[in-house]
């Protein structure tokens, strides 16, 4: 039944009106609807200033979607969208389902503070949402393959037509005014389609290399729900349509067993060794290793908010097997400055590298971070970009020293 108040569309991981089920289901309550976004600080204060910068660019893209009409607060969301929700006389409030750990509590607890209002999921950051795909038996996949395959069998929904006037946007009394932006968001629609026209065809072959122009960079927009994943999906398939896959297990496994975001997946390496060095984890982060390709990623994270996903394989490896340091120290640095940091790809990639995650790299399996430059950055180009005096630090670790140490704590966990 039509209602003649608005609805509240809450968007999160959706900043996007094209492709939109919540969008579309709150158009069959009510022709109207207010659009809402919560600043957490739950979610910010972990955050880098590039993340934030990159949020705010997405938000202010959203607003001019909307035509001025997005109403930003700022506040704890299960006291804040029940307040706006009943301000507006609002009988739905409609969202995207968020699969991640702390968004399912959120929601949880939203949807008990927002009492006779009906709190209505519809769709997901993902083409397939997290639990759908099962083995045969109904349990939960705990290997990439096998899940890809099922994943594929299953196939996912066609786009749902939608776009900034699907409703009539109410204009919001009050907003908190968002912070202006040096740089407005670039058209991600168009730069995935000058990808898909102009590098997609050789990405198998060019997709290590940190040096060339050859990755779709299409993971923040992924990330902040700017594009959906389906758009990608129907003009792809092979190893891009792999690599999409891979960002679907991992929110999959993390569905299954959200302790994951903390904890190691195979608990036998909880007897693990760390070490505990506070110095040589800060010249990790600010890129001052002394090995160049380590150096020139993590500069690029810290100038760029984005780093190559070889080169992350790189320096995750060498701050566990080559500092002995926490895979989760690593994956909390990472979160905070990545503006495409998603914690169920961040850190069930860290747990691939440290051997202790699913469908993980064998823990012997160490990166030699000089011979992974000569082969993906063979002329330096990239290390040039980023880190062109990282050739003249010495070394702050013998690499063969501390991968036979790695080894050797590695035979402890495993008796």
């Known amino acids: 039944m039509v209602s003649s108040s608005p609805s509240l569309v809450w968007f999160r991981r959706d900043l996007r009106t094209s492709d939109h089920p919540a969008i579309l289901a709150a158009a069959e309550r009510s022709p109207r609807a207010l659009a809402l976004f919560v600043l957490d600080d739950r979610l910010l204060k972990p955050s880098g200033q590039p993340r934030i910068d990159f949020m705010h660019r997405c938000l202010h893209a959203l607003n001019d979607q909307l035509g001025g009409r ?20 609002a009988e739905s409030v409609h969202i995207t389902a968020d699969c991640a750990p702390y968004g399912r509590r959120r929601d949880e607890a939203v949807e008990e503070a927002l009492g006779d209002i009906e709190l209505v999921r519809s769709g997901s950051p993902y083409a397939v949402t997290p639990g759908r795909v099962r083995k045969q038996d109904g349990t939960p996949f705990k290997v990439f393959t096998p899940f890809r395959n099922a994943w594929l069998d299953h196939g996912w929904r066609k786009p749902a037509d939608t776009d900034a006037s699907t409703l009539d946007w109410v204009k919001p009394e009050h907003s908190t005014k968002l912070p202006a932006i040096e740089e407005e968001l670039p058209d991600a629609q168009q730069l995935w389609e000058e990808f898909r026209d102009e590098r997609l065809e050789d990405y198998d072959n060019t997709r290590d290399r940190p040096d060339l122009d050859a990755t779709s960079r299409m993971s923040a927009f992924l990330r902040w729900g700017v594009l959906h994943p389906r758009t990608l999906l129907q003009d ?18 993390l569905w299954h067993k959200p302790e994951t ?133 010495p070394p702050i670790v013998d690499h063969a020293v501390e991968r036979q140490v790695a080894l050797d704590r590695y035979q402890a966990v495993k008796s």
């Open 261 to 393: 975001a903390r904890e190691n997946y195979d608990r036998k390496f909880d007897r693990m060794r760390h070490d505990n060095d506070e110095e040589l984890f800060e010249a990790w982060t600010q890129g001052r290793t002394g090995y160049p390709i380590v150096d020139a990623g993590m500069r690029q994270l810290l100038r760029e908010g984005f780093m190559h996903n070889r080169v992350r394989m790189i320096v995750a490896s060498f701050l566990v097997k080559d500092l002995h340091l926490p895979w989760w120290w690593g994956a909390r640095h990472f979160m905070k400055h990545l503006i495409d940091g998603d914690i169920a790809s961040n850190q069930h990639n860290w747990q691939w590298v440290a051997g202790c995650g699913t469908d993980a790299a064998p823990f012997f399996r160490v990166f030699n971070p000089t011979t992974q430059a000569k082969k993906f950055d063979p002329d330096g180009a990239y290390v040039r970009r980023y880190a062109p005096d990282s050739p003249d630090i």
């Open 70 to 89: 997005l109403m930003v607060v700022h506040g704890d969301p299960v006291k804040a969208v029940p307040r706006v929700a009943k301000e507006i006389g």
């Open 236 to 253: 792809c398939d092979g190893t891009f349509r792999s690599e999409l896959a891979w960002r679907e297990f991992y929110a999959d496994v």
